[in-house]
């Protein structure tokens, strides 16, 4: 284990930063809420999922060993704002009248490959509800066993009150049963639940359901927040280390969660609960139903309306990467050129690093400089603040490369072991490929220049046959009002 492992985290459950301590030293057991597959996922989700890809990289880094469990959700009824359950992908299923598991394989492959486009290291499992009904309703009939669920007409609920005469509900979030009684609507006379913030475990089966599974309640399928719960303390035990999604679903899902297991195990699953803010389009939450999100490949694509350019995936998880966390971010095409320049600063001075001479004195303490890098990260993952570390070893090599520095062989060996170390291995940046970039670049500059010459001389077929033979190698060019723009497929 090394010696920079004193990290501190926020726990959304203390609503403070401790010091991060495993059950198991020098292990960490990592459980992060994953997407749900009756769509393409949006730049929104993959947010998060690069936050959790940073902290899991961060966590490996320093000598953790890491057990990496990220679901995805292809089956149970997801409730919306109303508290009405939402079969989203059945609803995709029926649209496109395929079976629900086309629709989630479908979206899978894609978010595979947006995974490794992103440089996104797999999880160690990606177990899915629909693989783990029995355990789902294992832990259900545990529940019940405790008495803290009851079964109404083939569905099963959450019993909230009773929980709260043993529990507390709203460890999490810190919403009290009364103040919801406020901001939820009254039970309606149809309503099976025999309170309002009581939540399905089990819903019995509609006909029009596209997924149906038998329970010792009858036929139906289980409700959003149990697969959670079952394959976590499947793979992580009945308490691990930490526990990860978006913000937004701290409440009801992440609440309903610690719920479950206190309800079934007796105790609250996770020891710290770790919960990554948004990306804003305008201010306001990227989402599906308010119809202003991105695809991931239409902004590498540069097909978005809000960009006028493609970025690399390298700039974009860049640009995420100077944001922290706990804070939301906005996409504008200001942040993005941005984090493009200095990604190239930052690649340039990467390859300076090899070539750079040695004297017998360094003039900057290279030891502080790579210690600040660490201290960033065990503070919370302050992938920003890292970045300003970074930034300031960059200026560190230029002025060296000028001769107007000086450094040691020893530290030379120290900055360019832990630049690259937090570069490539920690923000997950991939500047290995800016050499081979910078040649495809020199090449696209005299190609293009001869497309321009073609087109000035109004030589169509050849000037056709350029970006043709650039599609067919899988490179787009797109020209726009600034001039032409390419990007690699
Ligand atoms: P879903 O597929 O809707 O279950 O969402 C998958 C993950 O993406 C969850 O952890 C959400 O909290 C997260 N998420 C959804 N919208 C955003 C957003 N605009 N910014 C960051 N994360 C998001
Ligand atoms: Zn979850």
Redesign the pocket.
């Known amino acids: 284990m090394s010696t920079h492992s004193k990290i501190q985290i926020y726990n959304s459950l203390s609503g403070e930063k401790e010091v991060f301590k495993p059950i198991i030293d020098g292990k960490v057991g990592m459980y ?6 009756y769509s393409e ?5 993959m ?3 690069i936050n959790f890809d940073l902290i899991y990289r961060y966590l490996m880094y320093v000598g953790y060993q890491v057990k990496y469990v990220r679901n995805i ?1 292809d089956a149970g009824h ?1 409730t919306n704002s109303a508290g009405e359950a939402v079969d989203s992908i059945g609803k995709a299923a029926r649209l496109e009248q395929v079976q629900s598991l086309e629709i989630v394989y479908k979206y899978n492959v894609k978010f595979q490959d947006l995974q490794r486009i992103y440089n996104m290291l797999p999880p160690a499992i990606e177990p899915t509800a629909t693989g783990h009904i029995q355990e789902q309703i294992e832990v259900i009939e545990k529940i019940i066993e405790n008495g803290f669920a009851y079964v109404v007409n083939g569905s099963v609920y959450f019993d909230v009150r009773a929980y709260g005469e043993k529990f507390e509900y709203g460890i999490l979030s810190g919403r009290k049963v009364d103040e919801l009684a406020e901001e939820t609507r009254e039970l309606n006379a149809q309503d099976e639940k025999r309170f309002f913030a009581d939540f399905a475990l089990w819903k019995k089966a509609n006909p029009d359901d596209m997924q149906i599974w038998r329970s010792p309640w009858g036929d139906g399928n289980p409700g959003w927040h149990i697969e959670c719960t079952a394959m976590s303390t499947k793979y992580l035990g009945d308490k691990f280390d930490i526990h990860g ?5 701290k409440f009801p899902h992440h609440e309903d969660e610690i719920a479950q297991s206190c309800g079934s195990v007796g105790i609250s699953p996770a020891n710290y609960w770790m919960h ?5 389009v305008n201010g306001q ?4 139903s308010l119809g202003n ?1 991105f695809l991931p490949m239409e902004i590498v694509e540069g097909t978005t309306e809000v960009f006028d350019k493609p970025y690399s995936p390298q700039v974009i998880r860049f640009c995420m990467m100077q944001a922290h966390y706990r804070s939301t971010l906005d996409f504008t095409p200001d942040s993005l050129n941005a984090a493009e320049k200095g990604f190239t600063r930052l690649s340039e001075a990467y390859e300076k690093l090899g070539s750079l001479e040695t004297k017998a004195e360094s003039s900057q303490d290279v030891q502080a400089l790579v210690d600040s890098f660490y201290k960033a990260m065990n503070d919370d993952f302050n992938a920003p603040m890292l970045v300003a570390g970074l930034f300031e070893a960059v200026k560190y090599i230029n002025t060296i490369s000028e001769g107007k520095a000086t450094i040691t062989a020893g530290d030379l060996e120290l900055l360019t072991k832990e630049f690259t170390g937090f570069v490539f291995d920690v923000l997950g940046l991939t500047i290995e490929k800016a050499s081979t970039d910078s040649a495809l670049t020199t090449v696209m500059d005299l190609v293009l220049d001869m497309r321009k010459d073609a087109r000035e001389n109004k030589d169509w077929s050849t000037s056709d046959k350029i970006r043709d033979r650039l599609a067919e190698a899988g490179i787009v060019v797109k020209d726009g009002k600034d001039g032409v723009t390419w990007t690699v497929k």
């Open positions: 992060v809420c994953g997407p749900t597959l996922p949006h730049m929104g989700n947010r998060t999922f959700t997801i999604g978006g913000l937004d679903l990554a803010n948004m990306l804003n939450k990227m989402s599906k999100y």
